[in-house]
């Protein structure tokens, strides 16, 4: 199996601070890779430069191979990574369905001037990604079914707009998932929910890489973990090697608590 | 409280009609309307009042695209319009001793008004909110101060004079088809100069526009607009190129403009900068508030009713009428005010956003506080 992602020796600051340093990993095909950490970590930034937010001040991206470092973020995402916010970000006044299209924006090709003459082609299009859309909101049956497609996005609950943000995320079937702590808010029943559906996006062949909290979810559905403190990586491995390693320990919990705790 | 029950009433009333029927009515009526004036029902000052509320009908639909659609704020529109009258001003006007083709002069209008605004989008639409809305309205006021002293090509504030009337065919073409047998009486109606002629020429613009923008509105590139409207930073993150889709929405809404300044340097006849002030920028963006960001129905709803209602006014005042002109902008503030707090969707409003206004739970207002939250949050991502 080979790797979707590969971080080599990627350092990120701002001003004084460095929020990663030298971070190096890999995402192997069709596997779900967390990452943790406590707050501060440089979890987030990690992602944020990775989808070309930030344009990271040494090391290399490389996305099957080709470097994806510096490129903006709608470049990133036409080649093959889409993400989810911490805080969510939906087009609030847009409906579910609108949301889900947005996310084909680089899948679709129609023009300015075809698009007003609404041509043929377009039309075509549009009926397909509609389509595609739809399919995309049955992964999460029950919630998105119908009428609901076209109530705006606002109106959703917050576990549902967690949902449609993954789904947006899906539409352009991106060749890596970044989610960011998918189920932050949600309570033990969704995040159950949306632990099997991770899952099963796995077995639908998507690569994730998942900033989570939620050590539950974390073990549930990881084929690996990274654990980062202070912007460095300081162990990877399964979750019960990353879960007992003592740095791992100690950065969530103090030097002093490691020690009563080991 | 009985009136705003009755009001609730009045609405629901009125909202079990589907949308359908009220835009086939609206357009019906809006296309025998100079039909009153032939019968003589209806002066022909009415008909005029037509004429010019349907060219702001235009401006409005421009300026709907990049400031519902795309959610940018533009506060010196006026000055695309101003463009496109005085490309066509110049170019068919004894001023030059010239006469291009109206067709030619209507593209030509469009195209420049379009670099106009590829000239201010390209600096400026980095900025955000409030800075783009001041430097938009300095870039008005710039255009119409550049006109009112560049003397020698515009005669400054004495304006142009005497533009040709239109003619849908060339002089050559006209006199062949006369030879050839057609008749006089419809030949006349290939020259544009009747207040019904023009009436009908810029109608069949405004439909034609209004059925190009709410195509457009509805697909890829409508709702690559949204999602940079609703949040900026998502909508990057999903692949959506930004500036692009700015530029194009602020070099087709200057599109529209030209077209209609074009158009309406014919109609009127003699234009000058008097016509282009900062305040004829508001009133678009007016037109647009009052009758519903991102609505097509609405914004159409918006303009007849801020062009025709003064006219309407004025006419009712009669003894009082220079008395009305003096408050005129006094009783639009008050208008836009009332919409604010009364319906601040606007008239006629996007679906989407009548919802969004009207239903206000606790949870909604934390929902907001929390976008709030990210949208700062979301400004240091950007900038960082």
Redo the contacts between chains.
Sequence with gaps: MGNVLELQGMSMS?GGLKAVDNLSFSVRENEILSIIGPNGSGKTTTF?VI????EPDSGDILLQGESVAGL???QV??RGI??T?Q?????????VL?NV??????R?K?G?VA????LPS?RRE?AA?KAKAQEVLAMFPGRFSGPRQSD?A??LSYANRRRLEIA??LA?EPALLLLDEPVAGMNPMESREVMEQIKELRSRGYTILMIEHDMKVVEGVSDRVIAMDHGVKIAEGSYQEVATNHLVVEAYLGKRGAGTAS | MGLSRMLQTLRSITERVPRRVWAVAGFSLAAIFPLFNVLGFMPTAWLRVGVVSLVFVMLSLGLNVVMGEAGLLNLGYIAFFAVGAYTTALLSSPKFGLRWPFWALLVLSALLAMVAGLLIGLPTLRLRGDYLAIVTLAFGEIVRLTITNLQPLTNGPNGVTGIYPPRLLSQGAIDSLQASGWSEALLKWLVIDKPIEYYYLVFVFVVITAFLISNLKNSRVGRAWNALREDELAAVSSGITAARAKLLSVVLSAGVAGLAGSVYAYYSNVISPESFLFMQSVIVVCMVVLGGMGSIPGVIIGAIVLQALPQVIRESAGAMRSEFEVYRMLIFGLLIVAMVIFRPEGLLPDKLWRQEVHEVDPRELEKTRQSLFDVEEGHQDLEA
């Excluded at chain 1, 989808?51 to 930030?54: A, F, K």
């Excluded at chain 1, 299209?101 to 680089?106: A, E, Y």
């Excluded at chain 1, 698009?115 to 609404?118: I, N, P, S, V």
């Design positions: 701002f944020n989808s070309g937010l930030y903006r973020p709608d995402h036409e889409s993400r916010f805080s969510l970000r939906l087009f609030g006044n847009m409906t609108d299209l947005v996310g084909m924006h680089t679709t129609a300015v698009a007003m003459l609404r377009v549009e990604a705006p606002f109106s947006r995320a352009s």
